[in-house]
């Protein structure tokens, strides 16, 4: 089926990623896929719907506004149970690989939608993003950009 919509579990990577993470609660799977995006030259639809759906995941465990969908509810059912607190350090990767997906949306565009849903895709990336930079934070450190793709807790921290 691939992607149908441009929210952010509107597409076959972000239910299967929901599924497991669900299924799991594995923190180390939400923190590798934040960062997914950030390992490549070049951005895969898959790499960023996955990464969407585990920023969206932390986004609201912030506070940001539940999709309200069919399939983000499991993931929303998880958030609404969770007491688990964001480490600042994620926050940042989140709001710093959203900024990546942001710039380099060109390579999004071709592969994911006609223009009107890319726009309507691209302005719902950056209410996610605008929501979490509002959000106070401390600044990535240098060493943050050292990354390999085998450790993201590097970058995120534990």
Not at 58 to 82: I, P, R, T
Not at 113 to 131: A, G, I, L, T
Request: net charge negative; charged share 25%; glycine share 4%.
């Amino acid at each position: 089926m691939g992607t149908w919509g441009t929210e952010f579990f509107d597409n076959d990577t972000a239910g299967d990623w929901a599924d497991k993470f669900v299924k799991y609660g594995d923190i180390s799977q939400l923190k590798r896929s934040i960062a997914l995006p950030l390992f490549d030259d070049v951005l895969t639809t898959y790499e960023v719907e996955e990464s969407l759906a585990a920023i969206y995941t932390v986004a609201c465990l912030q506070g940001y506004q539940f999709e309200n969908s069919a399939y983000s509810e499991e993931v929303d059912q998880w958030v609404k149970a969770s007491q688990w607190p964001v480490p600042a350090r994620m926050h940042n990767v989140c709001v710093y690989t959203l900024a990546h997906i942001l710039t380099y949306q060109d390579q999004i565009r071709e592969t994911w939608f006609k223009e009107e849903k890319f726009c309507e895709w691209r302005d719902r990336v950056q209410k996610m993003y605008d929501f979490l930079v509002a959000k106070e934070i401390k600044v990535l450190p240098d060493t943050c950009i050292k990354l390999t793709k085998e450790n993201p807790s590097l970058l995120i921290g534990k």
